[in-house]
């Protein structure tokens, strides 16, 4: 792995290590970072002043938006700034639900969404609120049928990823999208982990909600966007100045705001040209780690993200796998980052109807553009040797599974 912002440091490759955990986060490009230090110094005024250094960082948070706006096909009023893809979730699912509630209280969403999603839904559900959550098949697809019978008269959203986190399967967006509009009910889509990796139009695919975030296009934590479509009945969340049109309330992240802009840029200026490389990785490891025995793929064999790859193997545990891994320089996943440290099993392969003990032999492998084809051979050379060692050591082993 090329690490970006290490130039001159001297790393050797024998003790490079490889980061394939880029849907937990990715790092921020050089680029981004040199555009962020000069609203964190120079240009460090409070977008709210009405002097020169005010105007300039307003200058820029405008600029931002504009570009975020042109990433999504949205317009620039469009666009609200927050602090990351969990406040946009929430933001996005408590005030269309509190602002619509005379016309109704009933909320469609899927099994397999972000936790973000899922426990404001689930929080809802305590405010009064009807919550349905659609099943998947065993890739993790909704079925716009059992969409459509979902709706009843006092559906007011629809809160649907675009793709999901652990296993990359890809939602058939733009058909929901159209039922959402035909049935006029808000449609919400959690694109996080989409943005910067798959071209968007939020027009053409009827969108009236989605959430981005900065840190995984390569761009900071903790800033992200909600796309609100004009003439949306929304409530506010956090109140108190004038900020975000008086929709979003506090000091706007001036320096993350203009490295998301930045790096939202980059990103999507450069889709078709990381895809070709992230697609010959992802299926270069996807065929590789399928010859090891009892392998399975989790998710859509080709309507998924270019950057992931979740597999299980069976008898052994993923967490072991994973410290094995870490010992050797590799950093991967269980499945979320969410997940990770809770020791919780799965929802989304759970969902999928994946059985609890081959759950936890789950792996998730996450690529970025720091990634090279040299570190997918490395990959391909460990890995089954710790899968072959945590099988030798464990109980659940079949003997035909086991070597000497
Ligand atoms: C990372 C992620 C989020 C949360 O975004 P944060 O900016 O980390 O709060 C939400 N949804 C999906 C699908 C994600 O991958």
Redesign the pocket.
Known sequence: MVINNCEGVGVTVENMKIYMDN?ATTPVKKEVVENMILYMTENFGNPSSIHDLGKTSKHAIENARKKVAKAIGAGESEIYFTS????S?NWAIKGIAFANRNRGKHIITSSIE?H??LHACEWIEGQKFEVTYLPVDKYGLVSPEELKSAIKDDTILISI?FA??EIGTIQPVEEIGKIARENRIYFHT?A??VVGHIPIDVTKMNIDLL?L????FQGP?GC?ALYIKTGTKIETLIHGGDQERKRRAGTENVPAIVGLGKAIELATDEIEESNKILFEMRDSLIRGLITIPKTHLNGHPTQRLANNINVNFEYIEGESLLLMLNAKGIFASAG?ACNSSSLETSHVLTACGVKPEIIRGSLRLSLGMMNTLKDVDKVLEILPEIVQKLRNMSPLTPQEYRTL
């Open positions: 849907s990351g893809g969990t406040e979730n972000h973000s999603v990823m999901n986190n959690d996080v982990q959430s975030s900065g840190h995984k934590k992200g979320s």
